[in-house]
């Protein structure tokens, strides 16, 4: 026995995975045995933290609603996976694959001829007693016959150690894209044990997956398009739909980039309409579609039913497919398989009574302290009840709820679960033991089921505890199946390209992407923008020198003009100008606080993420750190704002350098260059109109919040003056933070945009650039230019009202589709 194991202590009474409670841990353990009893537990412990490090970066997260840390809560995987032999997998998958079948047979006969219902092998209370089944998805045969294609099932380890099927996953199964992200991780932290084992690739599941969506797709000659449906960034497994929208290579969809014409499914693009042939959905099935099957829906596509029924778009998985997810099922499935397959189930389901029947109900009753009572269709709120833990008045209320509603209630055997060990780290007791649960995927590919070489290994919190559920706080491992031999590791890049395919990223890009970078652009502008007016600010009031009030009279009245402070209110008194200040930089409640704008400008960022790159990413995440806590002094203001700033110009080179100059990028970088002209025309409109000795106070803010200090003293190395700064600011087409550098951008980007999506877009700025060039500086060699400012004033408001007026043209040619009412629909 190794050291480590000494110090792992299981639990007698339920089987043990790691194997140490009989004669020894199994072979196919040894390897990682070995690496951990070669290192210190301190040696551990950094690998336990990379793991946790590599998640945060990656920013794997899972949602839970309603959670004091907000709505990103980090994944949570344990540094030990859980190892499975060779020979139990060979068993487990052949069980899984023929569970999978029968699931889908009976699927087909359920919406079909429905032979189950009339032989009596299933209750009809039990079909359609229930919201998952579908009573307008009845007669529709699938895109390539198939109902299933993903299918998960949870399975438990009965004391004997054989499996149970504890629950089936047929409606949209999560947790394939985590089980993914985990082997990533974890396979970095034990490169040696991962390779000795040796342990299978996941890469062929998820590529039989693929592959069986675009052969059974109607797509006939043409190249097949494939989307996934996400219900959005709110969703508690929206990463994992992210994930696997750019490892599958989908394109990521919500409902509202779908529209249904003449039965037909197409893609709201910036270049147009284009069909879409196989749907893979991380949606229920009643939210699919508002028009026939939950009116309340709004993140489904209207007509998407109607396109299904049609044959002309693929469902994965079929819609109406929920209704097996019933443990209610489980005690009738053993018969449904001799009659459907002519063979017994290979894996048992956990022992079952549906209490619809009443020996049933009469039987859970009576013992109703060896067994778990459930609710018997998943659409019910309802937690499990342990029967030994109810006693008194609660158990009598219980029992009267199940006489009252028998078909809502299942009785399930008592399942004490397996345990396994998971790292704690503590040099007293480094290993832990924790009841776990294992979910297996199965897909159904050209070639028949493929089940993954691997899992979701779920881990109950605590210990003790027999419930284990990802939202109350669970863990997760990664799932290593020892392979036979040595495999070749399996791209999921197709193997050869066609002339079509090298068009997709352009053809393939929803109105929505185009949409959330445009604002992603001027959200991360308008944060750079404010961080640098409001440091301004902060670095007069923290100075050594007399605080220049003209100076700060000016930037108080541009922030106001951002929307960063409220307008001042003549019947009440304005608060001192530091508590404005701070208000401003972290009340995510004020509009135009740097805190509001970086929500904006994440929520924005987390509808694209499949878009941005790791290190892009990383640097969003990194975004709204440093206004937690909120600064409380201007010194600790100052500080928090230039690291914003610091990674508001890291988001500048990613948009520069770092995404595909495709139609989408196009967006991101003329929100960014709109917002700074905007910026820019407001900012410098406050001294052009203000008195003449405080116009000469603003210059050196002036070019400090428009970023052209540098530039100014390089070329006139004096102290502020008006011609040189407003040359500087506005002029100066070789500076980028001048007026004159975005209008001469603009007019090459905004045709950019319309060859790029096959539109049309008006040179708005055209004029604006005219007026421009023939403005005239000699009258501010003046020493009272007054007119000359009002007129100069007066053209950069007459630009910003211009910008306006582009960006709001931007949102109704390219994003709600209304300045082209009749525009074609292509890939017919």
Known sequence: MTDILRQYDPVPDRFDELGSLGAGPASHWQPLLQQLNHESVEGLNLRSQAVAAAIAEDGVTYNVYEDPRGDTRPWEVDLLPLVLGAEEWQRLAGAVAQRAELLDRVLADLYGAQTLLKDGLLPPALVYGQAGFQWPCQGIRPAGDRFLHLYALDLARAPDGGWWVMADRT?????????????????????????????????????????????????????????????????????????????????????????????????????????????????????????????????????????????????????????????????????????????????????????????????????????????????????????????????????????????????????????????????????????????????????????????????????????????????????????????????????????????????????????????????????????????????????????????????????????????????????????????????????????????????????????????????????GRPLTPAPTTPERARWALNLVLADCVSLSGFAMDDITRDASWVFLVVGRRLERLANLCTLISVPLFSDRFSRYAMLDWLLEVANSEVTYRTRYRRIPELLGVLHTVVMDASNPHSVMFQVCELQKELPEMGRKTGQLFPPELGDCLQRLQALDLHPFEKKRPDKACEALGDLLLDIRAAVYRVSDEIQRQYFIHTRYPHRSASGQ
């Open 171 to 623: 409606q949209a199964p999560s947790g394939a894209g985590y089980a993914l992200q985990n082997r990533l991780v974890i396979s970095r932290a034990f490169p040696a044990p991962f390779h000795n084992l040796p342990v299978s690739h996941l890469a062929e599941f998820f590529q039989g997956f693929q592959s069986s969506l675009a052969s059974l797709s109607p797509a006939g000659p043409d190249s097949p398009l494939c989307v996934l449906l996400t219900p959005g960034r709110f969703n508690e497994t929206y990463f994992e739909h992210v994930f696997l929208a750019r490892y599958l290579g989908f394109p990521l969809v919500e409902g509202q980039d779908l529209t249904v014409r003449d039965d037909t499914v197409y893609l709201k693009t910036l270049q147009g309409l284009r069909r879409v042939h196989a749907i893979y959905r991380r949606l229920d099935d009643g939210f699919c579609d508002p028009l026939e099957l939950r009116a309340d829906s709004v993140l489904g596509v209207p007509g998407l039913l109607g396109a299904v029924r049609a044959g002309k778009v693929l469902m994965a998985n079929a819609l109406g497919s929920g209704v097996l997810e019933s443990a209610a099922l489980f005690g009738f499935l053993p018969e449904i398989s001799k009659k459907l397959l002519g063979s017994p189930l290979a894996m048992p389901s956990v022992a079952s009574w549906w209490c619809g029947e009443k020996p049933a109900l009469d039987y859970v009753i009576a013992h109703l302290d060896e067994l778990v009572v459930k609710p018997a269709f998943g659409t019910m709120r309802m937690e499990p009840v342990f029967g030994y833990q109810v006693k008194g008045a609660e158990r009598d209320a219980l029992i009267r709820k199940m006489r009252a509603h028998p078909h809502a209630f299942v009785g399930q055997e008592l399942v004490h679960l397996s345990q396994a060990p998971v790292w704690k780290g503590d040099p007293d007791q480094p290993l832990a033991t924790r009841s776990i649960g294992l979910r297996l995927f199965a897909a159904a590919t050209p070639s028949g089921w493929k089940v993954m070489p691997g899992g979701l290994t779920r881990v109950a919190m605590d210990d003790g505890v027999e419930v284990i559920s990802m939202q109350r706080g669970g863990l997760s491992k990664d799932t290593w199946v020892q392979a036979r031999s040595s495999a070749p590791v399996t791209s999921m890049l197709k193997k050869r390209l066609q002339v079509s395919d090298l068009l997709e990223g352009e053809r393939d890009t929803p109105s929505r992407v185009g949409e959330n970078l445009f604002w992603m652009g001027r959200h991360s502008e308008r944060a750079e923008g404010t961080a640098r007016l409001l440091r301004a600010a902060f670095n007069r009031l923290s100075g050594h020198e007399r605080v220049d009030e003209e100076a700060l009279l000016g930037l108080q009245q541009a922030a106001t003009l951002f929307g960063t402070l409220p307008e001042p209110d003549e019947d009440e008194p304005r608060e001192p100008l530091p508590g404005a200040l701070l208000a401003a930089v972290s009340d995510p409640g004020q509009p135009g606080s740097i805190a509001a704008v970086l929500q904006g400008l994440l929520f924005n960022a987390s509808q694209v993420r499949d878009r941005l790159s790791a290190d892009n990413w990383r640097t969003l995440n990194r975004l």
